[in-house]
Every structure is written in structure tokens, then in C-alpha cells.
Nanobody, 125 residues
Framework: QVQLVESGGGLVQAGGSLRLSCAASGRTFSGYSKAWFRQAPGKDREFVAAISYTGSTTNYVDSVKGRFTISRDNAKNTLYLQMNSLKPEDTAVYYC??????????????????WGQGTQVTVSS
């Protein structure tokens, strides 16, 4: 059974940092593009960052550029999101996703085939 499991969420004050992890099991995802999305209450799921299967190409939503860093360790089958200088508007459930085609760094949810269950990130002001 293919699974993506996020961890690392929590409550942090504005200006603080968190590191999210997404561990994959059931198959190797080394050839897959991967991404982080987030969804705040009452809002649509939003693209945050994506990374190519080699890790050489990344893509970020403008609101997190310079604050968040996406990375991956294919040997560990794990995706990461380092989040610094967090703001209250970053509060959301964060989801990791994997794209089986491995083509580019897509920004739309429909491009992704596998999803984790999400981890809550809450930033207090």
C-alpha cells in the first residue's frame, strides 16, 4: 500500500520555524516530482512548493519565497519543507503530494497522484 505520511506540524509563534517531513512507503518515489500544498479553513487548497525528482528544480508560491525551502532525500524516500519567519497567514493544514509522471514541478493539485493525510501548522501572532 502506497502511503505518504506528514509530520512536524505544530503551534509556533510568528517569526518562528518548523520543519515538515513527508515519509513515503509502499514504493520508491525517487522518480516522482513532489510538492507541498496547504489548505486554510474555508479556502481552497493552495500550492506552496514543488521539487523535481532530481531535486535540481524547485518552484515556490510568491508568498513563501525566501522563507520556505523544499528539499528531498531520495535515499530516505522523504520530502521536507523548512519553514522560517512564519506568519499567521501560513496557518493551514499542509499536505505533501507526489506526481508519478516526474515531469517538471507542477503547481496544480490535479497533476499529483498521491497525497498524505496532512499536518496542522498554526502560527500565533
Amino acid at each position: 500500500q502506497v502511503q505518504l505520511v506528514e509530520s512536524g506540524g505544530g503551534l509556533v509563534q510568528a517569526g518562528g520555524s518548523l520543519r515538515l517531513s513527508c515519509a513515503a512507503s509502499g514504493r520508491t518515489f525517487s522518480g516522482y516530482s513532489k510538492a507541498w500544498f496547504r489548505q486554510a479553513p474555508g479556502k481552497d487548497r493552495e500550492f506552496v512548493a514543488a521539487i523535481s525528482y532530481t531535486g535540481s528544480t524547485t518552484n515556490y508560491v510568491d508568498s513563501v519565497k525566501g522563507r520556505f525551502t523544499i528539499s528531498r532525500d531520495n535515499a530516505k524516500n522523504t520530502l521536507y519543507l523548512q519553514m522560517n519567519s512564519l506568519k499567521p497567514e501560513d496557518t493551514a493544514v499542509y499536505y505533501c503530494a507526489a506526481d508519478a509522471t516526474g515531469q517538471g514541478v507542477p503547481r496544480t493539485p490535479d497533476e499529483y497522484d498521491y497525497w498524505g493525510q496532512g499536518t496542522q501548522v498554526t502560527v500565533s501572532s
